[in-house]
Structures are given as structure tokens and as C-alpha cells.
């Protein structure tokens, strides 16, 4: 190639990532790794100094940042250890501790004292005290052409021996985990804290304003947060539960502002998001937009609809499903929109274009056939992927998520796995028992004939078990109803009753269970370990790939997948535009509430008490206007995991609570578009509002640090 060319290409390649990396602002950063993410943020105003945003020796951000019950973010905001996080992240404990005498669900709950704070077993903390790059000592002894059994047990002994000899406190855990698909490891030196109560929660007309309708949806006016506080054993210490522990004393713990952000200003989102793969080739895009995702939505909506025509048609029915139908409706929509996006972001096609120039670098280089032919390889890997992961979504969504009688079949197949004694033990029987709770037998039965039809039509041949061949799904129904202990609460007691051997015999009557240790015996032994052996394929030469593109472009700035860790990102107060002719503002207001309310719908019903308040305009500090702030939207890349991340402004307060994404944006786990992704957070003053005039909160107000209480 001659100079011109080649200065045509360099420029290209330089053009070509710095799009294919967006703008720099739209990442996720490692908070050790971010001093280039800090003079970013300095020029767009960021006043607090470097070491606040990550300092292992001293107290920093991150240290009053936790993953919240290993799947959220939440954030310290008092020296007495209470956190904040979402609603829908706290929801289980709320809803654990309802009665029908104190529904906190419905009515919200408010500790006034820290006695009046409520346990919740199994729920856990945990704090990011230290990051360290264990690249070299994780890959040490690796070697390029080393065959991939050999390499993973050299990396698992290396992360042992790294966690061996990794200084930390004895209270302190050491997790390595990897990034890049392998081409680089860091340590986290973590604490953990199991004594984790209840302290506050909204009732949810506030706390899930707008429930399914709204998710993922812009303009928000959802007050989706909820309290906790962490307590600890000796000496401000790690401990389980004990009624002597005491309010954690934290090294760190944000400053509240009352000052709220305007358009344009800077935001910093800091916590846990769990998956993205940014890296991904077009062609593993297509096959999410155009095969996995259409299948899993068709099985939702199937799913849904059921589920939507009982809860139409009766008050008690609602009430059982409305959880189970969030559940599903979440990612069923965002999978929709996911595959919008990647539409109208072109970005199947972008990426096609970034293929092509890595293609061009590649052949002007000493690299070896099968370097060169990677992208062959990777496309090779992904359609051997392919069928065992389509199998393996059939099975998770038809055969298990949306289909209570096989769940349960299965639950009952592994518990006889597991048993050792006479009988199973009451922690199994009271698992299988309570997949009862919550549940309706039309409803179920009607799941498992449309689920069961569809995974005789979507399973790919090999992987459907032969007893679902000449299976009828409405005879199999019908006989299980009359039959089965899948179906009956009571059938089941009675069989969990028996001596074990009397059970296995029983069972074996029983062609519902029969069914499920099919599918079950299918998955175990051939869907996952296709899945797994292909995907750790796909694992291999993604991590070629990226490394191909690090060594061909050191001057681009390659960030890390989401994976779990914590992450600081940051951006701007921005609307967008989501279609032709349509512009969003990035605030939404208390007046915007009470539009959108509709007396006795559960989805927009409020309290008598709010409308109240609203109509008496008792907005204290937190209005702005003569109105009060609700939601507003920014440019921070953030995803799953990052649900309760605080949201600081240029001098690191806490001005904001992150709950959701803009649904035209929800590709951004696979594609940033900075035009239409955006993040959607609650202002603190909704939350202090919601806290101080609906809660009347008051010792919650004065805990929590803001300059207008001091
Ligand atoms: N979409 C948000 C997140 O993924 C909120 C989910 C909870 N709310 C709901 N209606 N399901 O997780
Ligand atoms: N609601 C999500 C969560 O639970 C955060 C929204 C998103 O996916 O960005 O983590």
C-alpha cells in the first residue's frame, strides 16, 4: 500500500474507532483506571479532587458505594450507615415484612427509631475497598498457543495464589474477576455486611408510579426508591444479624444536595451495572436482533397475554400475578426495544464498517493465517452457538420461567437428587410447597398448555425430549389436573408425606413429573453442556479478537464490558429525540403525577394523602417553582445492576437516584448511541419530599446529611 493509502486508512481506523468507542463520556469506567474519565469530568466542571472519586488509602466515593443484595447499587448517605436504593430493589423486603395489618406494600413503611427497623435474613451488602490490576500474575506462565483446558487451570491456580497473597483485613474477601474476555484480571478487596434492615419505603402508588405502562418509558414520575441500614458487630465490624449489632459508622458516606442539576450540567452515575458486550462482531448482533430475542419475546408475549386476561378478570387473581407479571413484562420490553434501537442506530451496520477496516489493518500486518481469518472463526462459533442456545432460551422461558407445573416438577426432581435421608427435609419440602403461594390452577393450566406448545414448536429437534413428540398438551392438561401432584397442593402434601421409597414409586405413576425429569434430564445433560462448550469457544476468539484490536489501535481507548464491578460513569442533563418530530425534555414534574393519575387503576392510583399535599402546594425546601422535580434523564451508560446508583453532581453530592433507561436506548448493552440512550434517575427532592411530607419522617430528614438541615 503507498503512503496516501495508507494515511487514508490510519485516519479511517482512528475516525472509525473513536466512533465505534462513542463519545468519551458514554463509558464505564474502572474507578482505578479512570484519571483520563477524571479530566474529562473536570472539563466538564467536576470540582471535587481525584482522590474523591477512588482513593485506596484514604475514604473516597466508592466508599460509601455498595452492590446492594448482590444484583443492585445502593449508596451511605448518613454516618450512620443508611442507605439508600430503589423501590424495586428493596421490594422483596418490603413486601416480606407485609401483613394484612401492615401492608407496607400498599401503605409504605417508616421506621421512627432504629428499634422500629426491621432484619431481613439473607440480605447482604457489599463495599469495593480496593482495586488492583492482576493481569501479569493471573496470566503468568499463559502462553499463546496453550490449548484452553490447559490455560483455564493455569489462570485458576494464579487467582488462587493471587487471592492467597493478596494484603487485606481479616474481615476483607478478595474476588479476581476477569475482563476483556480474559485479556486482563483486576482484584477487588471487598466487606460484606449481613445485617441489612428496613428503615423506609414509599407506598408503591409512589414507589412504582406508572408500574408496567411506565418501565422503560419517558416522560417518569416514579418515586423508586427505599431505605436500609447496615449494621455491624464489634468494632463497627462484618457481622450476621444479632440484635447487639449497631448502626454501621461508615469511612465514607455522600453529602445530600438540595440544589438539583439544570440541562447541561455534569452528572456522575457510580455503582455496579451488570452486562454489556460492546465488543460484540455485526454478526452475532443480527443473530440477537433477528433469532434469540424474537424467540424469547414470542414466548413472553404468549406468556403475558394469560397472565393479562386473568388479571383482567378478577381483583384476587391481580393481586397473585402482578409481581410475576413484572417480572416478565421487564425484559420483554426492553428486549422490544433493544431490537429498535439497534435498528434505527444502524448498528448492525456500523459495526459491518469497523469490521472491514479491522479486516484491512490485519492483512497489512505479520500475522498468522488464522489471526487474519478471526472473524471467519468468530462467525463460525456463533452460528455452532446458535441452535443449543435458541434450545437453551426454549427451555428457560417455555419450560421453566412461564410454566409453574414443570418448575415445580423440577424442583421436586432435584430435591430427590439431593436427598440422603429417609424423607425430604423440611427446607425441601417448604420450598416445593410454597411454589403454591401466589398461584391459581386455570392460570397455571393454561400456562403449561401454550408454554408446552411452544416448546414442541420452538426446541430445536435434536433437544426435544421423545416423551414430548406425541405429547397432546390439552390431554396432558387435563389428565395432570385430575392426577398430578404438579397441579395440586394437596396431592403434593400427601406424596412429600411418604417414606422415600413409597415417594420414588409414587412418582413414578405420575406422568407431570415424568415430563419434567425429561426436560430436565435433556437440559443437564445435552442443551447446557452444548451451550457451555460452545460458548466457551466464542469466549476464545473473542478474547483474540479484542486482543487483535488493542495491539492494532494502541492509541484507542478500549473499555471494559460491564461484568458486575463497580463502575463510575458520567455525562450530561440532556431530553432527546426519539422519533421524527418529537423532543423530550429531560425533567418531569409533581404536576406531571397528578396528570397521569386515575383513581383506583393500579398502575396510577395515589394516595388521598398525596393529592392532598399536592393541592396544598406543601412542597417545603424541595420545590423548585412552585412545582417539585420528579425524574430527569442524563447521558450516563449504565444498565442492569446500576438500579439504585447514585447520581452526583460537579461537586460530588448526591443529586439524584438512578433507576431505569430510556426504552429507544435499551441497546446500549450492545450499542451506545449517545443520540437516544439515556438514563432515567429520581431527584433527591422528590425522595426527601416523598420521605419528610408523605412519610412524615421527620428523624429520617434530620439523619440524613443536606445543608438545609444543619
Ligand atoms: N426497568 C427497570 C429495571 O430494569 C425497572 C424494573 C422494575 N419495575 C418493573 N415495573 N418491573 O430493572
Ligand atoms: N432497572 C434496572 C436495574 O434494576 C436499571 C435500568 C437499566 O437496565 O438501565 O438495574
New binding site residues.
Given amino acids: 500500500m503507498n503512503f496516501r493509502k495508507k494515511i487514508f486508512f490510519f485516519l479511517l481506523i482512528v475516525l472509525g474507532f473513536a466512533n465505534l468507542s462513542h463519545a468519551q463520556e458514554n463509558r464505564m469506567w474502572i474507578p482505578s483506571e479512570a484519571n483520563f474519565a477524571y479530566s474529562l469530568m473536570v472539563e466538564s466542571g467536576a470540582r471535587f479532587s481525584k482522590n474523591d472519586l477512588y482513593d485506596p488509602a484514604k475514604p473516597s466515593f466508592n466508599d460509601a458505594i455498595v452492590q446492594f443484595n448482590g444484583g ?1 447499587t445502593g449508596e451511605v448517605i448518613s454516618p450512620y450507615g443508611l442507605i439508600l436504593t430503589n423501590h ?1 430493589c428493596g421490594y422483596s423486603a418490603i413486601q416480606a415484612h407485609s401483613t394484612l395489618e401492615h401492608n407496607y406494600v400498599a401503605d409504605g413503611f417508616w421506621a421512627k427509631s432504629f428499634d422500629e427497623e426491621l432484619p431481613n435474613p439473607g440480605m447482604y451488602v457489599t463495599f469495593v475497598r480496593k482495586i488492583i490490576d492482576v493481569t501479569d500474575s493471573v496470566l503468568e506462565g499463559v502462553t499463546n498457543d496453550m490449548p484452553e483446558k490447559e490455560r483455564q487451570s493455569r489462570v485458576d491456580a494464579n487467582i488462587q495464589k493471587v487471592k492467597k497473597n493478596m494484603s487485606r483485613k481479616p474481615w476483607q474477601d478478595v474476588e479476581v474477576k476477569s475482563f476483556f474476555y480474559g485479556n486482563k484480571y483486576y482484584a477487588f478487596v471487598e466487606e460484606t455486611f449481613k445485617d441489612i434492615r428496613l428503615v423506609g419505603a414509599p407506598p408503591s402508588a409512589i414507589g412504582k408510579f406508572g408500574a408496567d405502562t411506565d418501565n422503560w418509558m419517558w416522560p417518569r414520575h416514579s418515586g423508586d426508591f427505599s431505605l436500609f441500614r447496615i449494621y455491624a458487630g464489634k468494632n463497627n465490624r462484618p457481622a450476621e444479624y444479632s440484635p447487639d449489632n449497631k448502626p454501621y459508622r461508615p469511612e465514607k458516606y455522600l453529602k445530600v444536595s438540595l440544589n438539583g442539576v439544570k440541562k447541561g450540567d455534569l452528572i456522575i452515575v457510580y455503582g455496579f451495572p451488570g452486562k454489556t458486550q460492546e465488543y460484540l462482531p455485526s454478526f452475532r448482533i443480527r443473530q440477537i436482533v433477528e433469532k434469540v430475542n424474537p424467540l424469547r419475546i414470542a414466548i413472553r408475549d404468549k406468556a403475558l397475554e394469560i397472565l393479562g386476561k386473568y388479571m383482567r378478570s378478577n381483583d384476587t387473581l391481580k393481586l397473585k400475578y402482578t409481581a410475576k407479571f413484572a417480572r416478565v413484562a421487564n425484559y420483554w420490553k426492553k428486549w422490544k426495544g433493544e431490537n429498535v434501537g439497534i435498528s434505527r442506530a444502524h448498528a448492525i451496520e456500523n459495526k459491518q464498517y469497523l469490521e472491514k477496516l479491522f479486516r484491512t489493518q490485519m492483512q497489512n500486518k505479520n500475522y498468522s493465517a488464522s489471526d487474519k481469518a478471526i472473524l471467519d472463526s468468530l462467525r463460525n462459533a456463533y452460528e455452532q452457538l446458535l441452535p443449543a442456545e435458541l434450545a437453551r432460551n426454549v427451555f428457560i422461558e417455555a419450560g421453566y420461567l412461564n410454566n409453574p407445573w414443570m418448575q415445580r416438577g423440577f424442583l421436586l426432581s432435584i430435591a430427590l437428587q439431593k436427598v440422603s435421608d429417609e424423607k425430604l427435609s423440611e427446607e425441601q419440602r417448604r420450598r416445593i410447597l410454597s411454589s403454591f403461594k401466589d398461584s391459581d390452577k386455570r392460570v397455571e393450566k393454561e400456562l403449561f398448555i401454550a408454554m408446552t406448545k411452544m416448546l414442541k414448536e420452538n426446541m430445536p429437534e435434536a433437544y426435544l425430549p421423545g416423551i414430548f413428540k406425541n405429547l397432546i398438551p390439552e390431554q396432558t392438561a387435563d389428565w395432570m389436573m385430575q392426577n398430578s401432584a404438579l397441579t395440586d397442593r394437596k396431592r403434593m402434601e400427601k406424596l412429600l408425606d411418604l417414606k422415600l421409597s413409597d415417594l420414588q414409586s409414587a412418582i413414578k405413576n405420575d406422568s407431570g413429573v415424568s415430563l419434567a425429569q425429561a426436560l430436565l434430564f435433556e437440559y443437564n445433560g445435552k442443551i447446557n453442556p452444548d451451550y457451555q462448550s460452545a460458548q466457551a469457544d466464542v469466549n476464545r476468539l473473542m478474547r483474540k479478537y479484542l486482543k487483535l484490536q488493542m495491539e492494532l489501535n494502541p492509541v484507542a481507548r478500549f473499555n471494559p464490558d460491564a461484568n458486575g464491578t463497580l463502575r463510575v460513569t458520567f455525562g450530561k442533563v440532556e431530553g432527546y429525540d426519539p422519533r421524527d418530530g418529537v423532543h423530550y425534555e429531560p425533567f418531569t414534574t409533581i404536576d406531571g403525577v397528578i396528570e397521569k393519575y386515575i383513581p383506583g387503576d393500579y398502575e396510577f392510583d395515589l394516595p388521598e394523602s398525596y393529592i392532598n399535599i399536592y393541592k396544598k402546594k406543601d412542597f417545603g425546601p424541595y420545590a423548585l417553582k412552585g412545582t417539585v422535580l420528579v425524574n430527569f434523564l442524563g447521558t450516563a451508560h ?6 439504585g446508583s447514585p447520581a452526583l453532581n460537579a461537586s460530588g453530592e448526591l443529586v439524584g437516584l438512578n ?3 430510556v426504552w429507544e436506548g435499551t441497546m446500549s448493552d450492545l450499542f451506545y448511541d449517545p443520540k437516544i440512550c439515556r ?1 432515567i434517575m429520581v431527584d433527591m427532592r422528590y425522595i426527601l419530599f416523598i420521605i419528610d411530607k408523605l412519610g412524615k419522617a421527620r428523624n429520617l430528614i434530620y439523619e440524613i446529611n443536606s445543608p438545609k438541615n444543619n
Avoid: K, P, Q
Fill in positions: 443492585c424495586h449504565t444498565t442492569g445492576g446500576n438500579s433507576f431505569d433507561r438514563n
